[in-house]
């Protein structure tokens, strides 16, 4: 049975009994949250913890009605959620529920993928994986072992490998998703972007959102200030081949040719150049390289630009000048998961170098500058040193811009074996089957492993190949590592649990902590119990650890975070100033300004497929929620009305697509649709589940990921690409 | 161009209305053929009271099967309900502004009328019945003395009659939601629909047992003697039975009027109740309107039994049972027509 | 005595659907059947688009026909602010009422009787927000008494264009929808 000291104990000091307030308004209070109890409300307990159904972390507040579960709903002292969740935050109850959850640890029977598993105890699955890991680390060093992760929870797992003397780890947000901007951005202001990005979008005159598609997309706080913003009616520019739902409340909307996007950057930069739009006072002080980036965009003319992204010089003219009227409260959205052609290290550079030119960083209605919070470490023993180079871009010279290791870097040293071989390889709560470009080569790579362990809370299509699956629980039912948030003001959220795990799962810390005993490294973890491990934290910081129980988040020391409030700027690079041409660059090889090239269009009868997010899902993660799978059961294949005409293609048809390596998908129902370019299909990603163990969610839609077989690299930081592939139609018979 | 997309995906409701399947058109028709026999059976009474037709084949015929295809009915009706276990709730109150809670009482009325109609030559025609419970006999005896009960009794039938053969159209008709049913026209027309498949059905019964066959003793083919073959095993007066025949041309008559009302009703309101229009007439159930409905429910019996009356042609049980597929068959199409029939969305805002 | 409505601005509305999930999960909606949802209008032709988004539920009409229809009286409107309730234990799932509905707001819940929206009245007795109407991130959703002239739903009627839905079935809904 599952751990009773954690579950009755911690539902005990949790309760705290929240009942209705007295006049309900729009705006949340401190007071609704701890308010006394209304008869009405016997039986319930409140308990804040923050959400893990995304990685925005926004502060919620779990409600257990009679023992069982009832809602999640927002925090009203959390900045991000600001009391009210997104979708897939109050559908988290339907994470706990879910009846296709991982249960007890499982042991491969037969061949990897088969799916045939043996039931395990913990400690035979801990010491299966302690036993495979110590040969590994015999015959080749502990650097052999890799892992892929995502989220928060990873923490306590990944110190332990790391105390055991693994380095390679890698996250897909960098190089599948966020990396090339963050890149960009740094090597033009010198800092990344970091999660969230710090756009004032509360505070903007002005929106551009580059394929950005928030409402559909759906980062929290940016959503509730979108809808602000469009409250407001400021100008929203809207760059997207597809008519999204930003695209619908947007002023001007740019059916942009997809691959093109830089060309309309540098043209819009062209633009504030030439007609002396853009902020002259802040490249005067702050910039570098001014007059050489002025040459080299040029030739990116508003005409030049029409001829390559459909996009009429007018509008581009346009819509440039409309940035520079509400500069220096401009934003063009860096956006996330901008991996798509290869070279989107230089596109993001080519944005914020657009954003430089409107003046923008570090100031009210920009970009600002993020505050954190101050929280004391834990004494833990510290690391040891390893001699080996990281495996997945060892001593930066494949990827000289990659600040964060390449999840595809690893891979690829696990099928190469260079720079020395990789044998083992830990999952987080990541499905990599889906994450990373061209399945055949992860399947590949997964071959020549001696050790496959996932950890996961469902049954992923990576869990179907592993040796070892263990289940954790939800994050409703566990303590994790302190959040120290980073926004307009830093805050710390605790994340504590709500409910019993309803099977065998543990939560990620006692995982590793249990691990730790089997690899005979048991002082790495040096506290009995999380609480323990975390109240230092919080009270060597000088915070009210029962405050924060109580109450879930404790906001950090307001600074200041614009040039308005008093923020000096100051710039991390070689020059210490804004680099409009870098030399870092061009010393490696690079473009030191952003070159526009033209990426491959589809073959004939084929259509460039890109994808994108519904507000209902995360990732692949979600589907067999019962809640959010019945909001969404499966995705569908946008196909613009007067192409699939002519395809003979009706609305609500299934199809197939095969792309242009003949993979061919799952049936998916066809969109006939006039939001989206007639050379151009979409689909929402994170569909088309391969793994039979998915019940609800078992081919259900199309899975993006499996058709993404051809990918570009990019070379500065080896970002993959994702919208370099091309679809044809099969129809059924 | 529009395009509209929902999420919402609730049984029985998206992407159509599906409520009622089969249990509603099978009462909607058998309701009629109850209303309609209730119509002529009390005509029938009333004939009988004033001693025009001394057999009063009819009069006893009419109740005694209205009252086994009630029973059928509300079986149906009863399987239909979602929430079976509650179905008493009906009874606990009378909602003026629902013509269902109107046919709940009504149904509850007509079941002791059609008892206390069909008691009045049941004895003779269930001798089985008789001699086990001589009371029956006492009663039919008095209920037969008296012409006044007979005449209450006649009119009582056509009353309820009429409730039970309209209050269903008018319950379908007075939904805006569904615009195929949103013509007042509805009502009347199902009541004549029921007056001709009552015809029909009197008709059907009267031929189910050739005269030849002594009529059945005992217990269970007394019962069955009783239903099909009342009064021994003579038809009924020729007269009678030509009535009948000249009262159905006249129902089928005016039956079809009324459908040229509804649709003519449905092509000049609302773009909504043109769309149902064309859903009938011209989309997926035009051939079941046209076909099945029009011409083998209603053209051809009526071309059939107006040549029998003309004595051109002998009198079959063939017309008959068309007009029984034809009530049917409207049921069955506005149900389910009906369902699919909904307010057109504007293109234009 | 009040009269509830709801005020939806589709301008700020994204059709997250996060009032569809709350809804669910406050109600214990059975997970296949959903008492709100988002309705997205398109107009044109690409590249020249509109749509409207719009969370939609029963309008809890002035003038409801399924109130009308009900033979037991289990379909009624309560005394807290006319909002149309299903009485569970007087309905017989006769479904004339779903039927009745021109928006095909009902349903026949797995347990037999019509269901549907209730504008949380066990939330709005407490004075709180209908369970949708809070968790809106983008705080679309208003609602309040109608016939108060000093509500946010009254000032939003008087400053602001709106449309309801199907105007011509004369239900008089009660959700108003912001252009």
Same mark, same amino acid.
Request: hydrophobic share 45%; proline share 7%; charged share 20%.
């Given at each position: ?35 006394? /109890? ?27 009605? /009679? ?397 179907? &190949? ?114 409009? &041409? ?128 051809? &990918? ?20 059924? /018979? | ?135 029956? =006999? ?32 008018? @319950? ?72 009948? =025949? ?7 008559? =005016? ?46 019996? @009526? ?47 | ?9 589709? +301008? ?6 996060? $009032? ?49 229809? $009900? ?25 004339? $009422? ?37 968790? $809106? ?36 809904? +009660? ?5």
């Amino acid at each position: 049975m599952s751990n009773t000291l954690t579950r009755r104990r911690f539902l005990k000091i949790s309760a705290g009994t929240f009942g209705a307030a007295a006049a309900a308004t729009q705006l949340p209070r401190v007071a609704q949250v701890i308010a006394a /109890d209304a008869p009405a409300a016997k039986g319930v307990t409140a308990t804040p913890t923050f959400c893990e159904m995304c990685f925005w972390r926004c502060g919620g507040i779990a409600y257990v009605r /009679d023992g069982r579960l009832w809602k999640f709903e927002g925090n009203p002292l959390d900045p991000q959620s600001r009391g009210r969740l997104c979708p897939r935050g109050t559908g988290a109850v339907g994470a706990y529920y879910d009846p296709d959850r991982l249960q007890r640890p499982l042991i491969r029977k037969g061949e990897r993928g088969k799916e045939r598993w043996q039931t395990a105890s913990w400690d035979e699955a801990l010491g299966y994986v302690a036993e495979r890991m110590n040969r590994i680390k015999a015959q080749y060093g502990p650097e052999s072992v890799a892992m892929f992760n995502h989220g928060i929870g990873v923490r306590f797992i990944q110190h332990v490998l790391k105390s055991w003397g693994a380095i390679n780890f890698a996250g897909p947000s960098f190089a599948q998703c966020r990396g090339p901007r963050d890149v960009g951005f740094a090597l033009t202001f010198g800092t990344g972007l970091g999660s969230p990005e710090p756009t004032d979008i509360a505070n903007t005159d002005c929106l551009v959102l580059i394929g950005s598609h928030l409402g559909e997309n759906m980062h929290n706080s940016q959503v509730q200030e979108f809808a602000q913003a469009v409250e407001r009616r400021i100008p929203i520019i809207v760059v997207d081949p597809r008519f999204s739902v930003a695209a619908s409340k947007a002023k001007y909307w740019l059916p942009i040719k997809p691959g093109t996007d830089m060309a309309l950057v540098l043209a819009w930069c062209n633009v504030l150049v030439s007609e002396g739009r853009y902020d002259k006072a802040f490249v005067e002080r702050y910039g570098k390289g001014f007059d050489k980036f002025v040459q080299e965009i040029r030739r990116y003319t508003p005409q030049w630009a029409e001829a390559e992204t459909d996009i009429a010089a007018a509008t581009i003219r346009a819509t440039a000048l409309e940035m520079a009227k509400a500069s220096p409260a401009v934003i063009v959205h860096p956006g996330r998961r901008v991996n798509w052609y290869g070279d989107d290290a230089q596109r993001s550079r080519a944005i914020a170098l657009l954003n430089a030119l409107l003046g923008n960083w570090g100031r009210k209605g920009g970009l600002f500058s993020q505050a954190g919070i101050k929280v004391a470490g834990y004494p833990l023993p510290p690391y040891p040193e390893s001699t080996k180079p990281l495996a997945d871009n060892p001593n930066r010279e494949r990827y000289p811009f990659a600040d964060e290791a390449v999840t595809t870097g690893i891979r690829d040293a696990t099928l190469t074996g260079k720079p020395y071989p990789i044998k083992g390889w830990f999952v987080y709560s990541s499905n990599i089957l889906h994450a990373l470009p061209n399945q055949a080569e992860t399947l590949k790579a997964i071959d020549t492993l001696d050790l496959l362990v996932v950890i996961d809370t469902i049954p992923s299509e990576i869990a179907g &190949y592993a040796d070892v699956v263990l289940p954790e629980v939800t994050f409703l039912e566990r303590y994790d590592e302190l959040l120290a948030g980073w926004g307009r003001r830093g805050w710390l959220a605790l994340r504590q649990p709500v409910m019993p795990a309803p099977h065998e799962q543990k939560p990620g810390w006692w995982i590793a902590k249990q691990l730790a005993g089997k690899l005979g490294i048991a002082q790495s973890m040096p506290f009995d119990d999380i609480e323990q491990y975390l109240r230092a934290r919080v009270e060597k910081s000088g915070y009210d650890w029962d405050k924060l129980k109580r109450e879930g988040i404790i906001m950090g020391p307001k600074q200041p975070i614009t040039v308005e409030e008093g923020l000096e700027l100051s710039f991390d690079t070689p020059s210490g100033k804004v680099e409009f &041409y870098s030399d870092q660059l061009k010393e490696k090889g690079f473009d030191p300004v952003p070159k526009y090239t033209r990426h491959p269009s589809a073959p004939a009868g084929y259509f460039r497929l890109i994808t994108g997010r519904a507000p209902v899902h995360t990732f692949s993660r979600t589907q067999s929620n019962p809640l959010l799978g019945d909001a969404m059961r499966e995705n569908e294949i946008w196909v613009n009305g007067a192409t699939a005409k002519t395809l003979g293609l009706a609305n609500g048809q299934y199809v197939r697509l095969r792309n242009q390596d003949g993979v061919v998908s799952n049936r998916v129902r066809v969109k006939a649709t006039q939001r989206i370019r007639p050379d151009t299909v979409y689909m929402v990603y994170g569909f088309g589940h391969t793994n039979p163990m998915l019940k609800s969610a078992y081919l259900k839609g199309a899975s993006a990921a499996q058709l993404t077989t051809r &990918y570009a690299t990019d070379p500065l930081m080896g970002g993959t690409s994702i919208h370099g592939n091309f679809v044809t139609f099969v129809k059924e /018979d | 161009m529009i395009e509209i997309t929902t999420t919402r995906h609730n049984p029985l409701v998206d992407p159509h209305l599906a409520v009622w399947s089969w249990e509603i058109p099978l009462y909607l028709f058998v309701g009629g053929v109850v209303a309609g026999l209730m119509i002529l059976g009390g005509v029938a009474l009333l004939r009988l009271a004033r001693g025009e037709d001394p057999r009063g084949y009819f009069s006893l015929h009419a109740p005694l099967s209205a009252f086994m295809l009630l029973n059928l009915g509300m079986l149906a009706l009863f399987l239909d309900l979602a929430h079976k276990l509650y179905v008493w709730a009906v009874y606990l109150t009378f909602e003026p502004a629902s013509p269902m809670s109107w046919g709940s009482w009504v149904l509850l009325l007509v079941y002791p009328l059609l008892l206390v109609s069909a008691l009045i030559r049941l004895p003779e025609a269930w001798p089985w019945l008789a001699q086990r419970v001589p009371a029956l =006999v006492r009663a039919s005896d008095v209920l037969l003395a008296s012409a006044k009960t007979l005449h209450l009794l006649a009119w009582l039938n056509v009353v309820l009659g009429v409730a039970l053969g309209i209050y269903t159209g008018i @319950l379908l008709s007075t939904m805006v939601a569904r615009p195929l049913w949103n013509q007042s026209i509805l009502g009347p027309l199902f009541l004549v629909s029921g007056l001709s498949a009552g015809a029909a059905a009197l008709h059907v019964l009267a031929s189910l047992l050739p005269p030849q066959r002594p009529a059945p003793q005992g217990l269970i083919g007394g019962a069955i003697g009783a239903l099909v073959q009342p009064l021994g095993p003579q038809p009924p007066e020729k007269a009678t039975a030509d009535a009948l =025949v000249r009262a159905d041309v006249g129902f089928l008559v =005016v039956e079809l009027l009324m459908l040229g009302l509804l649709l003519i009703g449905l092509v000049t309101a609302t773009a909504s109740h043109a769309a149902a229009f064309d859903l009938l007439t011209t989309g997926r159930y035009a051939f079941a309107f046209w076909g099945v409905l029009v011409v083998l429910g209603i053209c051809v019996p @009526l071309a059939l039994q107006a040549l029998e009356l003309a004595h051109r042609i002998p009198h079959t049980v063939v017309p008959a049972v068309l007009v029984l597929v034809g009530g049917f068959t409207l049921r069955w199409l506005m149900v389910n027509a009906g369902q699919m029939s909904q307010i057109v969305q504007s293109a234009a805002r | 005595m009040a009269r509830f409505g709801m005020v939806i601005d589709t +301008r700020k509305c994204v059709g997250c659907m996060d $009032c569809v999930v709350a809804c669910q999960t406050e109600n214990d909606v059975p997970v296949g059947y959903a008492r709100d949802w988002i309705t997205t209008e398109v107009r044109g032709e690409f590249p020249n688009l509109t749509m409207q988004i719009r969370s939609e539920r029963c309008n809890h009409c002035d003038n409801p026909p399924c109130v009308y229809c $009900c033979p037991t009286g289990a379909s009624h409107v309560s005394d807290l602010g006319g909002i149309v309730k299903v009485n569970a234990s007087r309905c017989i799932g006769c479904k004339a $009422c779903v039927a009745a509905c021109p928006y095909g707001a009902r349903f026949i819940h797995p347990k037999g009787y019509a269901d549907k929206c209730t504008f949380c009245d066990h939330r709005v007795k407490d004075g709180k927000d209908p369970a949708c109407v809070s968790v $809106c991130p983008t705080h679309c959703m208003v609602f309040g008494d109608l016939d108060d002239p000093a509500s946010e739903v009254s000032r939003l009627l008087r400053t602001r264009k709106w449309h309801t839905l199907l105007p011509e079935a004369g239900t008089r809904p +009660r959700v108003f929808y912001l252009t």
